[in-house]
């Protein structure tokens, strides 16, 4: 006896109609097993970037004759859709610490490159502070200056 593939999906075989069945119910099967199993909460980890718009525009260091100037963009990363949610909802009160920590800096901090990843890990801390205070997480993953320009 040989196969005959064309047999085999001849729909007036009889089992044809029994084995796509089949196949039909474990392709649902693996599927509904994937659907399951993703995490429903909002917890789950996903990165996400969240700007801190508009840009900061602040004027920094020592009162002088000489007013400098600073225009930032930041950049927030959250590693969870409850951490976006925290940190869009208090961003009022992010932004304002951003500018109190931005507008105390000197011109060294301000004018090299070491001295703004200082003020990045500062000001990465202070919110993560403030959201852990608040909500009871540092949801804020990372902060990033996507854009850093200083008029002294």
């Known amino acids: 006896m040989l196969f005959n593939p064309i047999k085999v999906f001849d729909m007036n075989n009889p089992y044809f109609l029994s084995n796509y069945r089949y196949v039909w119910a474990l392709l649902l099967a693996i599927i509904s097993c994937s ?7 909002g917890s789950e980890s996903v990165v996400k970037y969240i700007e801190m718009k508009p840009s900061f525009v602040v004027n920094y260091g020592e009162p002088s004759a000489k007013l ?3 225009k930032i963009d930041v950049s927030l990363r959250v590693n969870s859709n409850s951490a976006a949610v925290a940190v869009e909802q208090h961003m009022p009160a ?8 931005l507008s105390k800096q000197t011109d060294e901090v301000m004018g090299n490159t070491s001295g703004r990843e200082q003020l990045r890990t500062e000001a990465l801390k202070a919110l993560q502070d403030y959201l852990n205070e ?17 008029q002294s």
Do not use: C, K, P
């Not at 608040?134 to 200083?150: K, M, N, R």
């Open 35 to 41: 659907v399951l199993a993703e995490d429903g909460d």
């Open 134 to 150: 608040e909500v009871g997480q540092s949801a804020i993953a990372d902060l990033l200056f996507t854009s850093f320009v200083v």
């Open 68 to 70: 400098r100037y600073a």
């Open 94 to 101: 992010l932004r304002n610490e951003m500018v109190f920590l």
